[in-house]
């Protein structure tokens, strides 16, 4: 479970219609559990600008006991802009109806668990990396080189009541030596 917060100093050249949250669990490129989009207030009001999403996100498939020791959680910024009829949008062949113009504006990750295989707790604010492809492939990098006016998002892994470490995997004697 995770608090999806705000995405702060959103650039001024985004214009769009609604802004939504792909969020999902992964595993080197393997992805675990089903993905989750969340739309946020389309307000960027106020002496802060701020998309504010303030959701609590759950991953109804996936349990804490079988994360693996380099599991991520990735989340990917999107932009839409609404169909108007008649101007040229993409019409969905399913049900013939107009489609959202979908853009992806940013992307950034989160280990669930810190070198010492202690499980990460607390609050985050985590830089927003350009698209790239290679977001489902490696972790984000932690310093962002405009870290003064970047966007960045706002996050929350709730405390389990303790401290939680992956476990250590004691090496198995029996295993027999082959060529």
Known sequence: ????????????????DEYMMGIQIYHGTRSIGEPLITKCSNST???????????????????????????????????????????GQTVDESNQELTNSKTELGWTSLQFFEFDMQMVQGQFILSLWPPSPDKYMTPSPRCHPHADFCPVLSMEIPSYGNTLFFPQILPNENIPTLD
């Open 1 to 16: 479970m995770l608090h999806l917060m705000a995405v702060h100093r959103p650039m001024q050249t985004w214009k769009f």
């Open 45 to 87: 009001v106020g002496f802060f600008p701020r998309f504010t999403f303030d959701v609590w996100i759950t991953f109804d498939d996936v349990q804490v006991s079988i994360l693996p020791r380099e599991a991520r959680v990735v989340f990917v910024l999107y932009g839409c802009i609404k169909p108007i009829e008649g101007n």
